[in-house]
C-alpha cells in the first residue's frame, strides 16, 4: 500500500503570508497526486489535480508542484477564507490513499 | 445542476445492517467513477473504495475490503454502501465522491451521510 504523510500538522500564519504545505509518498505516484480543502463541517473540494492543474473556478492564489514521491501546495496571500485543512491524495486504478491533512489559520 | 445527493443521516445498532445511497444527476453516471470516504469524527479522510458507474467495476482500499460492500444500480444513477454488521467503530461521516476517467481527483463530493452505531 502507499503510504502518504503531510508537514506540517497545522500552520498559523498571518493574511497575505505565502503558506506551503508538503506531502510526500512512500513510493513513486509518477504525478497522480491531489489536494483538497476542507472547511469545518464542509464536505472536501479538489484544488488541484495531477499535481499542478487547478481545478475549475479554483483561483490561482493555490499551486502546487513535484513529482515522483515529494510534493508540494502553496497558497499565496492567505486570507481568511483559506482557513480549512487540507489534504493530499495519490491514486491509481485501485487506490486513492489520503494523507493526514495540514490545518491551516489565521495568526 | 450537477450534485450528488446522498441519504440521509442513521442511527443504528451493532451488529444491524444498513444501506446508504448516492445518486448522480446532471451528468453521465456511466462514465465516471463513484468513490467512497469515511471521516471518523475529529479525523481525516480515508479512501474506501470506488466502483465505475457504467459496468460496476469496483475496487476497495486493503482496510475496508471485507467489511463493506460497494455497488450501483445504473438505472436510476444511484450508488451504495453497504454494511451487513455494523460495529461502533463505523461510526463517522461518509461522503461519495466522483472521479472521472481523465483524471483521478474527486471534483464532485456529496453532502455527506452521518452513520452513527450506538447500543
Known amino acids: 500500500d502507499i503510504q502518504m504523510t503531510q508537514s506540517p500538522s497545522s500552520v498559523s500564519a498571518s493574511v497575505g503570508d505565502r503558506v506551503t504545505i508538503t506531502c510526500q509518498a512512500s513510493?513513486?505516484?509518477?504525478?497522480?497526486l491531489n489536494w483538497y480543502q476542507q472547511k469545518p463541517g464542509k464536505a472536501p473540494k479538489l484544488l488541484i489535480y495531477d499535481t499542478s492543474n487547478l481545478d475549475t473556478g479554483v483561483p490561482s492564489k493555490f499551486s502546487g508542484s513535484g513529482s515522483g514521491t515529494y510534493f508540494t501546495f502553496t497558497i499565496t496571500g492567505l486570507q481568511p477564507e483559506d482557513v480549512a485543512t487540507y489534504y493530499c491524495?495519490?491514486?491509481?486504478?485501485?487506490?486513492?490513499?489520503f494523507g493526514p491533512g495540514t490545518k491551516v489559520d489565521i495568526k | 445542476e450537477v450534485q450528488l445527493v446522498q441519504s440521509g443521516a442513521e442511527v443504528k445498532k451493532p451488529g444491524e445492517s444498513l444501506k446508504i445511497s448516492c445518486k448522480g444527476s446532471g451528468y453521465s453516471f456511466t462514465t465516471y467513477w463513484i468513490g467512497w470516504v469515511r471521516q471518523k469524527p475529529g479525523r481525516g479522510l480515508e479512501w474506501m473504495g470506488i466502483?465505475?458507474?457504467?459496468?460496476?467495476?469496483?475496487r476497495y482500499d486493503p482496510s475496508f475490503q471485507g467489511q463493506v460492500t460497494i455497488s450501483a444500480d445504473k438505472s436510476i444513477n444511484t450508488a451504495y454502501l453497504h454494511w451487513s454488521s455494523l460495529k461502533a467503530s463505523d461510526t463517522a461521516m461518509y461522503y461519495c465522491?466522483?472521479?472521472?476517467?481523465?483524471?483521478?481527483?474527486?471534483?464532485?463530493w456529496g453532502q455527506g451521510a452521518m452513520v452513527i452505531v450506538s447500543s
Open positions: 466502483i465505475y458507474g457504467g459496468d460496476s467495476d469496483t
Open positions: 465522491a466522483r472521479r472521472s476517467t481523465m483524471m483521478g481527483g474527486f471534483d464532485l
Open positions: 491524495q495519490q491514486y491509481d486504478s485501485f487506490s486513492g490513499t
Open positions: 513510493q513513486d505516484i509518477l504525478n497522480s
